[in-house]
């Protein structure tokens, strides 16, 4: 059963960090891109960052780059976003989905296909 566990949100300062987890099981990752989406209440949901299964490129949404970092460790089956200089507007809950390829196409949002159930990422003074 392909399953996917985010850990590591909850309340943080404006300009403070967070790593979130997102921890897979029933599957290996090697063969998948990862990817973090978020959603904030009223707002659809937008693809933050991914990255591939084959050589580790990254990608990173216009509103993140420079503070946040996406990273994969396939030993642990775990990716990682470490999110730097956290803004009220980064609240929102955030969900990790993977994507089986091994292509140029992880970028392609819409194509991820197994999700996690999200976790709460709060910045607020």
């Known amino acids: 059963q392909v399953q996917l566990v985010e850990s590591g949100g909850g309340l943080v300062q404006p300009g403070g960090s967070l790593r979130l987890s997102c921890a897979a099981s029933?599957?290996?990752?090697?063969?998948?891109?990862i990817g973090w989406f978020r959603q904030a209440p009223g707002k659809e949901r937008e693809g933050v960052s991914c990255?591939?299964?084959?050589?580790?490129?990254?990608y990173y949404a216009d509103s993140v780059k420079g503070r946040f970092t996406i990273s994969r460790d396939n030993a642990k089956n775990t990716v990682y976003l470490q999110m730097n200089s956290l803004k009220p507007e980064d609240t929102a809950v955030y969900y990790c989905?993977?994507?089986?390829?091994?292509?140029?196409?992880?970028?392609?949002?819409?194509?991820?296909?197994?999700w996690g159930q999200g976790t709460q990422v709060t910045v607020s003074s």
């Open positions: 989905a993977a994507y089986q390829t091994s292509g140029s196409d992880y970028t392609s949002f819409q194509k991820y296909k197994y």
């Open positions: 029933g599957f290996t990752l090697d063969y998948y891109a």
């Open positions: 990255i591939s299964s084959s050589d580790g490129s990254t």
